[in-house]
């Protein structure tokens, strides 16, 4: 995909599990990034919070479910964002928290069956 902004860098990250991401992000100034894409979707969020990312198929319930496990785990949701190619195909849910995001919510999140990955980004 072409880069229209000056400031742009691609990372592609291969987890233990094989599991790959393309991140691309924006250096904005001040220190500051904006992330714009995730593998060939585009997206736009910061990174300042402790974030999640979810991959999964866009399904009816897929959100409901996410944000059933968010408030039952107690998480404080600064922003709630959903991205995706087209309806039906793949999407990612990003999350942003002020608070922690544990790995036992990771993993439960992780279970549902349209859920394909689950991805975090503490600060």
Known sequence: TSVSHPNTVDVVMTGADG??????????GGGRV?????????????GEYSTMIIGHRDMTGTVAFITKC???????VATLKLFREDKGKNA????????????????????????????????
């Open 19 to 28: 599991h790959t991401l393309l991140i691309r992000g924006e250096s904005i």
């Open 34 to 46: 904006r992330i714009r894409r995730l593998n060939n979707i585009r997206v736009d969020f910061t």
């Open 70 to 76: 968010l408030a039952e785990a107690g998480v404080n």
């Open 92 to 123: 990612f849910t990003v999350v942003e928290s002020d608070g922690f995001i544990s790995e036992d919510l990771k993993e439960k999140i992780l279970q549902y069956e349209t859920v394909n990955s689950v991805d975090l980004i503490e600060v």
